[in-house]
């Protein structure tokens, strides 16, 4: 890809990041580093595995089964201090519009700051308006929560539906899942995102509308999904509550930073929960986004997590780079996504609760970090956000795993894995930590021909049964799940995606990717549903597919 500055865009004068002195020693260094085997590295120094650690707020990082050496980290580090991260951090920390192109802060951090705190945007702190959302969002829980916010017929709230998508459905949908064990059972939470209609119907289908709150959860409210579901809810809401609108009002609220499109919907604004522009989506389930997880774990629960993610914040902003565990995971993930070509990242976490995990980070990592200009819009020309994916184990090990172990990919792990389980039952927990452990094991030493060969296996079949090894891992340790310790661990990824992003000089806080099938879809609707056969536009497959579309619609 050719380096080119865009018309209309001003060089800001950034050096490119191929050229700095600690990018081109890394690519010298990598020459040797990718001949060396994890079985030589662990062999020639006994204490790698106690060394190549870092510990912090609660967090244990094994990073000694990578494929790097102290002269990586070194370089990695000497990287980071040429990208100006530590400037980078300190900016997003106190507010500037780092987000250019929407000339917006990035102040997540902002929504876990302690009371006292202070955080000024545009001239006022916004501290106190964060403390003053939640203190409404925790009344307003506990009243749900009490039974004391009774629906329109006089009955307690039983069910809490979640409509949101994007960020506004995947941290909720995330931590419910992840805190289920300190949750609310007498309340069923059900969590509504695709504009395909089976979501919501199997969402209420079993519910009675006069014990149903819906909470709309959207940063503009203009979401096509969310609100076309918004939409259906009402008229299902209305529809068991005998039609009549002042029902609303009590089965209805919002969340969102757009009172005026939440007014036009129909929803009294005293029945909003706010939050800021500053607060990106993916970055916003720790704002009034997390309504559905205070309503299900509870205000204190909700406090702790804030917390958790306050440590880690905290840790981030001032610990140095050498034991700083987002910076290591972030630089980490540049070694292998820059310099081994590794396309993915797998994330596998060996707690049940954390089944969502994955899939909340493929946003939080690839709609941040899925960029193709740098800041001053000039084509990269290097490889920035990797593929994010996962799966719980152990279950991931009886699919995807073999690709893992012997493909032809290299594919660097992150497991997860928790000192004591949430649900003891026998043997279970030390057979999964015995697990997670022998797979990373397995990845980085693999077995040998020789290992092969000595247990008798056939000749023929040898090749078959070597393990390469030399795959490379994390191991994250924490003591158990809980609320601070979420926090804690989607704080580590959120600053990992920062700091993957500040390297690559990209603006890791905008999404215009998703724009142009918006705007396609709404063009397309009409055509779907236009009762003549519309004039049709497009490439010779859409419009073939539009045809095709209408006829199968007809047909039934
Ligand atoms: O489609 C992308 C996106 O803008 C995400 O960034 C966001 O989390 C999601 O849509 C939902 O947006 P909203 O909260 O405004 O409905």
Known sequence: MATQVRAGTKSRGIEPLTKRKAWKALQTHYKTVRELHLRNLFADDPKRGERMTAEAVGLFLDYSKNRITGETLKLLIEL????????????????????????????????????????VVDGGNVVPQVHAVLDKMADFSNRVRGGDWKGHTGKRIRNVINIGIGGSDLGPVMAYEALKHYSERAITFRFVSNIDGTDFAEAVRDLDPSETLFSVSSKTFTTLETMTNARSARAWSLDGLGGDERSVAKHFVAVSTNAAEVAKFGIDTANMFGFWDWVGGRYSMDSAIGLATMLAIGPDNFRALLDGFHQMDEHFRTAPFESNLPVLMGLLAIWYNDFFGAQTVAVLPYEQYLKRFPAYLQQLTMESNGKHVTLDGTEVTYATGPIYWGEPGTNGQHSFYQLIHQGTRLIPCDFIAFGQPLNSLGRHHDMLLANVLAQSEALAFGKTPEQVKAEGTPDWLVPHRVFEGNRPSNTILADRLTPEILGKLVALYEHSVFTQGAIWQINSFDQWGVELGKVLAQRIIPELESKTDPALGHDSSTNSLIRRYRKLKEAS
Do not use: C, W, Y
């Open 80 to 119: 980071a201090e040429e990208s100006g991260l530590r400037s980078r951090i300190d900016a997003m920390f106190r507010g500037e519009k780092i987000n250019t192109t929407e000339q917006r802060a990035v102040l997540h951090t902002a929504l876990r700051a302690p009371k006292g705190a202070s955080i």
